[in-house]
């Protein structure tokens, strides 16, 4: 009987024949505190969560265990009967403050009754009695990142719910690069500092367009003199740390994009076979009546400052050897930087998707193609936020919020075309005009500005900034309907 009472007394798992093994109990081993867009709970919300792990070759019953996020009340929120987790497998317990006890959403998922803290705090898991902590962080576990998620061994930066941790944790974040100088139009000379305030960490820099890491770009070591257009990004590095996300930031020196050259070291003298064109065309530039003036109509629209990887642009698969190559495929991740010429609005810088623009536009023999930019959650921000338009005095307001956004080199009455057909002179104003009346009026029509743009600091011309009329589109101004919006276009482009 003494022998019966023991085994009864003491939890064993039978692994074979001949072994008997004391099971093990069951971990914290992975936790969610600001959770935007990894697991949804059975209510279709991103909430917090807690994934709990059992280690054991069978399933363990967690019926009377605790969970809790207070020190002083050990018993704050009990699991519900015959809670299982299944040999070696996980479960997710998602964190939402519900006050009905033993809440369970549509697929049977458990919710707590208090919810968990980004900045950080106490959490623990406890046994049976109500007493015993089988795991706690304590005094509390450490700021938590949006999408991110941590246990004990450090932050995981590929969360991976119900689930085996995927990859090496990291032991923290390095902290953000500032830039002592902010982007912006630049007449005089200056020293550009770059600092972060990690301690130990490593700055590397670009200004090419490319990404920085340890394996490309330059070690930032001292200030970098900044006399002419250049575009800076930078990220800093540290070891067992994730490193900082690309900063990016554009100078524009009006005065240098004059003396822009034909051709340049790193620069292709063809685009898709034909010769490459890069200068501003010096019968303008040193004509007296326009001499005096072109420094002016630089600064008189706003800049939007394009870096890219020179091979994603120039080289065999990039987009300006290929401009007549299309979809997916053919889509470019850039940085985007709007640099407005007045006071009165607000710069940006964003990561995207760009690809060539058009139809006709894209034939090789027109030297200024069309873009087009994807704001996608794999670049970074799903969508652009910004006021990018101003708001007609009698038509529908402009929504702030963009998936797409043309870049239009104003083909069809461009300078580019007129020796081609359908217009002796350039006419810019034609499609944004009719849409400026249209809106006016009271309709429905695009909203659009004219801007200056650059790809890896050279001055690629006035460029037409405007909506993709399209499904999104229509959603943005109208709203979700019960029947999908129909986008026609002349073609699949």
Same mark, same amino acid.
């Given at each position: 009987?003494?022998?019966?009472?023991?085994? &009864?007394?003491?939890?064993?798992?039978?692994?074979?024949?001949?072994?008997?093994?004391?099971?093990?109990?069951?971990?914290?081993? =992975?936790?969610?505190?600001?959770?935007?867009?990894? %697991?949804? $709970?059975?209510?279709?919300?991103?909430?917090?969560?807690?994934?709990?792990?059992?280690?054991?070759?069978? *399933?363990? *019953?967690?019926?009377?265990?605790?969970?809790? $996020?207070?020190?002083?009340?050990?018993?704050?929120?009990?699991?519900?009967?015959?809670?299982?987790?299944?040999?070696?497998?996980?479960?997710? %317990?998602?964190?939402?403050?519900?006050?009905?006890?033993?809440?369970?959403?549509?697929?049977? !998922?458990?919710?707590? !009754?208090?919810?968990?803290?980004?900045?950080?705090?106490? &959490?623990?898991?406890?046994?049976? $009695?109500?007493?015993?902590?089988?795991?706690?962080?304590?005094?509390?576990?450490?700021? %938590?990142?949006?999408?991110?998620?941590?246990?004990?061994?450090?932050?995981?930066?590929?969360?991976?719910?119900?689930?085996?941790?995927?990859?090496?944790?990291?032991?923290?974040?390095?902290?953000?690069?500032?830039?002592?100088?902010?982007?912006?139009?630049?007449?005089?000379?200056?020293?550009?500092?770059?600092?972060?305030?990690?301690?130990?960490?490593?700055?590397?820099?670009?200004?090419?367009?490319?990404?920085?890491?340890?394996?490309?770009?330059?070690?930032? /070591? =001292?200030?970098?003199?900044?006399?002419?257009?250049?575009?800076?990004?930078?990220?800093?590095?540290?070891?067992?740390?994730?490193?900082?996300?690309?900063?990016?930031?554009?100078? /524009?020196?009006?005065?240098?994009?004059?003396?822009?050259?034909?051709?340049?070291?790193?620069?292709?003298?063809?685009?898709?076979?034909?010769?490459?064109?890069?200068?501003?065309?010096?019968?303008?530039?040193?004509?007296? *009546?326009?001499?005096?003036?072109?420094?002016?109509?630089?600064?008189?629209?706003?800049?939007?400052?394009?870096?890219?990887?020179?091979?994603?642009?120039?080289?065999?698969?990039?987009?300006?050897?290929?401009?007549?190559?299309?979809?997916?495929?053919?889509?470019?991740?850039?940085?985007?930087?709007?640099?407005?010429?007045? =006071?009165?609005?607000?710069?940006?810088?964003?990561?995207?998707?760009?690809? %060539?623009?058009?139809?006709?536009?894209? !034939?090789?023999?027109?030297?200024?193609?069309?873009?087009?930019?994807?704001?996608?959650?794999?670049?970074?921000?799903?969508?652009?936020?910004?006021?990018?338009?101003? *708001?007609?005095?009698?038509?529908?307001?402009?929504?702030? =919020?963009?998936?797409?956004?043309?870049?239009?080199?104003?083909?069809?009455?461009?300078?580019?075309?007129?020796?081609?057909?359908?217009?002796?002179?350039?006419?810019?104003?034609?499609?944004?005009?009719?849409? $400026?009346?249209?809106?006016?009026?009271?309709?429905?029509?695009?909203?659009?500005?004219?801007?200056?743009?650059?790809?890896?600091? &050279?001055?690629?011309?006035?460029?037409?900034?405007?909506?993709?009329?399209?499904?999104?589109?229509?959603?943005?101004?109208?709203?979700?309907?019960?029947?999908?919006?129909?986008?026609?276009?002349?073609?699949?482009?």
């Amino acid at each position: 009987m003494q022998t019966i009472r023991f085994i &009864l007394q003491v939890t064993i798992l039978l692994i074979s024949p001949f072994q008997l093994v004391k099971a093990e109990n069951v971990i914290i081993s =992975e936790i969610m505190a600001d959770n935007e867009s990894i %697991i949804q $709970d059975g209510h279709g919300n991103y909430s917090d969560w807690i994934e709990i792990k059992n280690p054991n070759p069978i *399933n363990f *019953n967690l019926t009377g265990y605790f969970l809790t $996020d207070d020190q002083s009340n050990l018993r704050k929120w009990i699991f519900p009967d015959q809670t299982i987790i299944g040999p070696n497998g996980y479960l997710i %317990i998602f964190a939402t403050g519900q006050e009905e006890p033993n809440h369970t959403d549509p697929q049977g !998922n458990p919710h707590t !009754n208090f919810s968990l803290k980004s900045e950080g705090e106490y &959490l623990a898991l406890i046994g049976p $009695d109500g007493e015993e902590a089988i795991q706690q962080f304590s005094t509390h576990y450490p700021p %938590i990142p949006k999408d991110i998620s941590y246990n004990k061994s450090g932050y995981f930066l590929e969360p991976s719910p119900g689930g085996p941790n995927k990859g090496e944790p990291v032991q923290g974040f390095v902290k953000d690069t500032k830039f002592s100088v902010d982007r912006g139009i630049y007449h005089e000379p200056f020293k550009l500092n770059i600092v972060s305030e990690t301690e130990g960490c490593s700055i590397y820099y670009t200004m090419d367009g490319s990404v920085p890491d340890p394996s490309n770009g330059k070690a930032f /070591i =001292e200030p970098v003199s900044i006399s002419s257009t250049a575009i800076v990004r930078a990220a800093a590095f540290k070891d067992d740390f994730a490193p900082t996300n690309i900063d990016t930031h554009s100078y /524009i020196f009006p005065q240098s994009t004059l003396k822009q050259p034909n051709v340049g070291p790193g620069l292709p003298r063809s685009w898709a076979g034909k010769p490459a064109d890069y200068e501003m065309d010096p019968e303008i530039v040193n004509d007296p *009546n326009y001499s005096d003036k072109i420094i002016t109509a630089l600064e008189a629209f706003p800049s939007l400052s394009i870096a890219i990887k020179q091979e994603d642009f120039y080289g065999s698969k990039g987009l300006y050897q290929n401009p007549k190559s299309q979809g997916d495929g053919w889509e470019r991740s850039v940085s985007v930087e709007f640099i407005p010429n007045n =006071e009165n609005e607000d710069e940006f810088q964003i990561d995207s998707g760009m690809r %060539i623009q058009g139809g006709s536009s894209r !034939n090789p023999d027109i030297p200024k193609h069309s873009f087009s930019l994807r704001f996608r959650k794999e670049y970074g921000n799903a969508k652009l936020r910004h006021p990018l338009f101003k *708001n007609s005095p009698y038509g529908i307001s402009a929504v702030e =919020e963009f998936d797409y956004l043309q870049l239009r080199g104003g083909f069809n009455f461009g300078w580019t075309h007129r020796h081609y057909y359908q217009a002796k002179h350039a006419q810019y104003n034609r499609d944004q005009f009719a849409n $400026d009346l249209f809106l006016d009026m009271g309709n429905i029509g695009v909203h659009g500005r004219w801007t200056h743009l650059y790809i890896n600091g &050279l001055y690629w011309g006035v460029y037409h900034i405007h909506e993709r009329p399209d499904a999104d589109y229509m959603e943005a101004y109208f709203g979700t309907s019960s029947k999908p919006y129909d986008a026609i276009n002349s073609n699949s482009a």
